[in-house]
């Protein structure tokens, strides 16, 4: 039963309002897509990956190591090696472990 109504409810959001409600025009959509370097259990990295897909961003994921001497490919991308790291090359821009500064930048770049 709880299936057929959600089922019911995007037939009722695609009839009358052709996309869902949280998809964006893509005119807002970065043109290239932008690189999050980061670990899964980092909090910091879970904010901005949460601020990404509530903005409906597709972005690429590059996985680092949790111990922070053995990020070596973040040390040569950020000049650091603290994440998360956020690439944007649309403007290329690099974001280095600071998920405030880092969401702040989405909400003004790729944002409403």
């Known amino acids: 039963m709880r299936d057929n109504i959600q089922m019911y409810i995007w037939i009722f959001i695609y ?5 869902p409600p949280y998809a964006k025009a893509s005119e807002d959509k970065p043109e290239k897509m932008l690189e999050l370097y980061q670990f899964e259990e980092c909090p910091y990295c879970s904010n901005v990956r949460t601020k990404l897909t509530d903005l409906g961003i597709s972005y690429i994921i590059h996985n680092t190591p949790r111990e922070r001497e053995e990020r070596e490919e973040v040390q040569k991308i950020s000049g650091q090696k603290f994440v998360p790291v956020l690439i944007d090359p649309n403007t290329d821009t690099i ?11 989405l909400d003004k770049h790729c944002g409403n």
Do not use: L, R, W
Not at 15 to 19: A, D
């Open 95 to 105: 974001i280095s472990d600071d998920d405030d500064k880092a969401n702040e930048y």
């Open 15 to 19: 009839k009358y309002m052709k996309k």
